[in-house]
Nanobody
Framework: QVQLVESGGGLVQAGGSLRLSCAASGRAWSVMGWFRQAPGKAREFLGSIKWSGGTTYTDSAKGRFTISRDNAKNTVYLQMNTLKPEDTAVYYC?????????????WGQGTQVTVSS
């Protein structure tokens, strides 16, 4: 079991930045992903990072969002720059058990990000 706790959300003006954190505890994870869900919309995958450090991003996240990790703290970060009102959503981190299993088995509770225009 992996326990995940997100933090760092809040209210920010358009054009601003936020850094979200995802603190993991419990057993080891292989891949950590970031997702978001806006009101009335489906959950959207943003990108992921392997324990080894390799990252992937969707087109919507590429260029403005950066995922990093601190293995010593067992924490993954989502740096978000040049935020737009359409980035308003609940942001979640989720962990995969192995790189071979695409399912995200463990999820955090989410953190709200609100971008004002």
């Amino acid at each position: 079991q992996v326990q995940l706790v997100e933090s760092g959300g809040g209210l920010v003006q358009a054009g601003g930045s936020l850094r979200l954190s995802c603190a993991a505890s419990g057993r080891a994870w292989s891949v950590m992903g970031w997702f978001r869900q806006a009101p009335g919309k489906a959950r959207e995958f943003l990108g992921s990072i392997k324990w080894s450090g390799g990252t992937t991003y969707t087109d919507s996240a590429k260029g403005r969002f950066t995922i990093s990790r601190d293995n010593a703290k067992n924490t993954v970060y989502l740096q978000m720059n040049t935020l737009k009102p359409e980035d308003t959503a609940v942001y979640y981190c989720a962990a995969r058990d192995t790189v071979f299993d695409p399912a995200y088995k463990w999820w955090g509770q989410g953190t709200q990000v609100t971008v004002s225009s």
